[in-house]
């Protein structure tokens, strides 16, 4: 394949997107219907936060159901896609001298799945799921995505899923709907403006960007899948927005495309 693979980030926001017809879901399925169909799809998901570099390397990865409090019918969702031992063994190679295990437990969990499901509905796409290093600072998961940019060429696309802005701690629960808050509108328009000027370094720093920030990544687990897709972006490519939007208040449902 000699066409570039873009990179994109996905806000997933609640896993029950995984089963409803929404402006969300419907941009995902849009996106898939746009893509040259990729060899694989390597994902790195704001819900395999643990110590340590992995990669799932297992021929047919389980569908993990890592939440609680849903119904009974998200519980009972397959996303029955191959694995990829290959890809695997790839990622092993570009990040070396890093170490990385090549997993045979974890699965795909719903950050991968539940949009997937919606991207590729027939899961008959291979998938890798990547982990992201709780112990490593923001530098670190950039300079890991720069290094998977090979794989743009091999026909494997890079997908992050996370959320730009995800504090659950100000969440609204329940079906009513809100706006959202003045700091998680800030944040994202500060980090629209980041990402369109290529101010890869203000983003790594998310850090210092004052008291929104904080406030819409509390914690870093969803907001780091963004770091490895900006380092996956090349001279000249531009950056879109294919969906937008906000969930209960403090979840940015954000996408990012590049390439």
């Not at 570039?4 to 929404?22: C, E, K, R, T």
């Not at 950039?142 to 802005?165: A, F, H, T």
Request: aromatic residues 10%.
């Amino acid at each position: 394949m000699t066409n570039v693979m873009p990179v994109i980030f996905f806000g997933h926001g609640n896993p029950m997107n995984a089963l409803l017809d929404n402006t969300y879901t419907e941009g995902w399925a849009s996106i898939g219907r746009s893509l040259l169909r990729p060899k694989a799809v390597l994902c790195v998901s704001a819900h395999w936060y643990s110590p340590g570099t992995a990669v799932t390397a297992m021929p047919n990865p389980r569908t993990i159901h890592d939440f609680g409090g849903f119904p009974r019918e998200l519980h009972q969702v397959q996303y029955p896609a191959p694995g990829s031992p290959e890809l695997a063994e790839r990622v092993s190679h570009l990040l070396s001298p890093l170490a990385v295990e090549l997993d045979q437990s974890w699965g795909l969990d719903h950050g991968t799945w539940s949009v997937l499901r919606h991207v590729f509905p027939a899961a008959d796409i291979p998938v890798a799921q990547l982990s992201i290093d709780e112990t490593r600072a923001p530098e670190f998961h950039y300079e890991v995505g720069k290094r998977l940019s090979p794989l743009r060429d091999e026909g494997v696309l890079i997908v992050g899923s996370g959320n730009l802005v995800h504090n659950l701690h100000t969440y609204a629960w329940g079906r009513r709907e809100v706006e959202p808050f003045d700091w998680a509108v800030r944040f994202e328009q500060l980090a629209r403006e980041l990402l369109l000027k290529g101010d890869d370094a203000s983003l790594v720093g998310y850090e210092s960007l004052g008291p929104d920030a904080l406030l819409a990544a509390p914690t870093p687990d969803h907001y780091l899948p963004l770091l490895y897709v900006i380092g996956l972006r090349r001279a000249g490519e531009a950056v879109t927005f294919p969906v937008e939007g906000f969930d209960g208040g403090s979840i940015s449902m954000l996408c990012v495309s590049i390439g």
